[in-house]
């Protein structure tokens, strides 16, 4: 029998899981997880979450074994070029930003967390150093933090900035969005 690493336990709070391991709501969903919506609360197990859409233990048991697995297989990635690319137009609000907070040696992180109508949203903050999770790079003269797990989710993902008369910000260009809520904050894979 094989043995695998457990990252995993259905006694876990599903926001933990989605900020660690966001990828793994893929696994999840095929397994009858419904991981979006408004009514999910960050602050519930994967088995209370799981039992409500009425799974049985066999099958939580089931879809933890295949999480855990998956995580067991994956390599990190210690570069990530070319994973988040940034328009010139984004750079320069970025750094206006940075410099009128006084960060202008400072990373931006680009991170995954859950919420939102659609499961996921991004965010986006300045840290003075990286951690030993994260992957490093540039990008327009930016210099961008991701944590590891995070890369797959975010594989080739663009941050524009976009101007129009009802308003302005960034927006996230994201290949791997399957879909996304109408207010464009949140999105799901």
């Not at 067991?72 to 940034?86: C, D, F, Q």
């Not at 320069?92 to 859950?114: D, R, T, Y």
Request: hydrophobic share 35%; proline share 3%; net charge negative.
């Amino acid at each position: 029998m094989e043995t695998v690493q457990v990252h995993i336990v259905k006694e876990m709070l599903i926001g933990e899981v989605m900020a660690r391991w966001p990828h793994t709501t893929t696994i999840m969903a095929r397994h009858g997880f419904k991981v979006g919506g408004c009514n999910l609360s960050p602050l519930e197990t994967i088995e209370q979450i799981s039992k409500t859409q009425g799974m049985s233990d066999s099958r939580i048991d089931e879809m933890i074994g295949d999480v855990n697995k998956s995580l067991a297989e994956e390599k990190p990635a210690e570069s990530m070029s070319g994973v988040v690319n940034i328009t010139e137009t984004a750079a320069l609000h970025i750094k206006k930003i940075m410099q009128s907070e006084g960060k202008e040696n400072a990373f931006l992180k680009l991170s995954v967390v859950p919420g939102g109508c659609s499961g996921f949203n991004y965010e986006m903050d300045f840290v003075e150093k990286p951690s030993s999770q994260d992957m490093q790079d540039e990008s327009q003269g930016v210099k961008l933090l991701m944590e590891k797990t995070h890369e797959k989710f975010l594989q080739g993902i663009t941050i524009d900035f976009r101007e129009t008369l009802n308003g302005a910000g960034f927006v996230m260009q994201n290949p791997n969005a399957k879909s996304g809520c109408s207010c464009g904050q949140s999105f799901s894979v």
